[in-house]
């Protein structure tokens, strides 16, 4: 929904090759496609084969461990001929192997987000550390992860876009220590209280986090949470929920 939310550039932008040298592109998504089933499953089941080239794999949510999940699946996307189901993870181990580029969008995908907190019961790992740290792709590209729950529409599209110009061999693609768009992520904001605090929290002895929100906004520079007065939870950060969360909690003497 952010994604769709993203105005400068759209997605629509993209798909209709608005964006300066960068190609049109199809996107494949289940929200989006009209095709629904089988007939949905066709598109990856083409991809993995290699049918389907180039493309960049984009994953929302965490991986689940599923060898917890007992007679049943934490996730799952279409049947193996024999009935068996066919899992997230699966189509992760096979698409990752002809993917261009592979994107974790939100902090489930890049790091495991709230179901990797304390007291999770499904094994959710992110995207690289299920792929193990040295995974790179077709291109050569580690997982590039834009963290946020949720992240910024206009800020993945960007991204789509730089991945398509290094694609291109247009422009360097340029990560951060934790394989985060640099140019987006190097911005800081607090952590902080709810909008009833928000002048007490400006205290320099409370963490700060990357974040693009404070400077691009949520669309076209307006509005997110760090520019209208809300509580920061440090959500773009790696283990947010147990290391911040406590912070967005307001002070009360109740």
């Not at 939310?5 to 989006?32: F, K, M, Q, R, S």
């Not at 996730?75 to 974790?104: H, K, Y």
């Not at 929290?201 to 520019?227: E, I």
Request: charge should be negative; charged fraction near 20%; include cysteine.
């Amino acid at each position: 929904m952010a994604a769709l939310g993203a105005a400068e550039p759209g997605i629509e932008d993209l798909i209709l090759g608005n964006v300066p040298n960068a190609p049109p592109v199809t996107v494949i998504h289940p929200a989006l496609a009209m095709e629904s089933g089988d007939a949905y499953r066709a598109y990856l089941e083409r991809a993995a084969e290699g049918e389907l080239s180039p493309f960049i794999l984009v994953l929302e949510g965490s991986v689940m461990d599923e060898s917890l999940a007992g007679e049943g699946t934490f996730s799952r996307l279409g049947e193996q001929p024999d009935g068996q189901p066919i899992t997230i993870a699966m189509w992760i181990d096979r698409l990752t192997a002809r993917a261009e580029a592979v994107v974790a969008i939100g902090s489930c995908a890049a790091w495991g987000g709230i179901p990797a907190a304390a007291g999770g019961v499904v094994g959710a790992k992110g995207l690289q550390e299920y792929l193990g740290g040295d995974f790179l792709s077709r291109a050569g590209l580690p997982v590039i992860n834009v963290p946020g729950c949720a992240p910024s529409g206009e800020g993945f599209i960007e991204t789509l876009t730089y991945v398509l110009y290094h694609l291109a061999q247009l422009a360097p693609m340029d990560l951060d220590e934790e394989n985060r768009p640099a140019w987006l992520y190097a911005g800081r904001t607090q952590v902080s209280p709810p909008r009833t605090d928000y002048a007490v929290a400006r205290d320099p002895d409370l963490p700060s986090v990357s974040c693009p929100v404070p400077v691009k906004g949520w669309m076209r520079t307006f509005g997110g949470c760090a520019n209208v007065g809300g509580c920061c939870i440090g959500c773009t950060e790696r283990d947010f929920a147990d290391r911040y969360l406590a912070y967005a909690r307001p002070h009360s003497a109740a």
